[in-house]
């Protein structure tokens, strides 16, 4: 069974660029969130999808960010215009139930 | 709100001996998840263990287990006969038993097994 995998793995922009990050979930997973994790500091909950549904997006920190889930199966994560503090590591995970399986990451950084 | 703490940014431990990861919580749910996560350099972030607020028994996974104090707030990870592989950032993570799955984590543990 394919694990969770996101797309760029690495990502270097300039301040005022456009980026998408995209996350494909575990297949038959219903639940998927994005989280992120600024260098030093925790991971923090972005958003969690229900199919194509947003569950909970109060971890957005800005309308700069747009998720998105295509038909209840790949998601994407819009960033636009970046800014550098968004640079960080932006994590997917993907569920049935409660137990999340996470995908490597996709290492954004804003110059 | 959830809060966690894992008040040891850093750890060492000689392969093949025990050490203990420390993780505090607060919470006013009665019915909740604790989670730890593994993120080995360079790899993605696996789940090691997991309990239940519910269960009294604490969780054990081969050679990982807990010691889940629930009065006290605190969720422990204990690993024994450490390996090499065992290298690693280490995640504590709390999720409320509802129908929202979002997971709280604390900033880590980065453990180094030494051999």
């Known amino acids: 069974e394919a694990g969770v995998t996101q797309f760029p793995s690495h990502s270097v922009i300039e301040k005022g660029q456009t980026v998408t990050l995209r996350c494909d979930p575990i297949?038959?997973?219903?639940?998927l969130y994005w989280y992120r994790r600024v260098m030093g500091k925790e991971i923090k909950f972005l958003l969690h999808?229900?199919?194509?549904?947003?569950?909970?997006e109060s971890g957005m920190p800005n309308n700069r960010f747009l998720a998105e889930r295509t038909g209840g199966t790949y998601s994407t994560l819009k960033v636009q215009p970046a800014e550098l503090e968004d640079s960080g590591v932006y994590f997917c995970?993907?569920?049935?139930?409660?137990?999340?399986?996470f995908g490597p990451g996709t290492r954004l950084t804003v110059t | 709100a959830q809060t966690v703490t894992q008040s040891q940014p850093e750890m060492s431990v000689q392969e093949a001996e025990t050490v203990t990861l420390s993780c505090t919580y607060d919470?006013?749910?009665?019915?909740?998840?604790l989670f730890w996560y593994k993120q080995p350099p360079s790899r993605q972030m696996i789940l090691v263990i997991r309990?239940?607020?519910?269960?009294?028994q604490n969780a054990t996974e081969n050679r990982f287990s807990v010691n889940f104090q629930k009065a006290a707030k605190s969720f422990s990870l204990k690993i024994s006969d450490s390996q090499l592989g065992d290298t690693a950032m280490y995640f504590c993570?709390?999720?409320?038993?509802?129908?929202?799955?979002?997971?709280?984590f604390g900033k880590g543990t980065l453990l180094t097994v030494n051999p």
């Open positions: 995970a993907s569920s049935h139930a409660y137990e999340q399986y």
């Open positions: 297949s038959g997973h219903d639940n």
């Open positions: 999808f229900v199919k194509e549904s947003k569950q909970d």
């Open positions: 919470t006013s749910e009665s019915n909740y998840y």
């Open positions: 309990q239940e607020a519910y269960k009294q």
């Open positions: 993570a709390f999720m409320r038993g509802s129908s929202n799955y979002k997971l709280t």
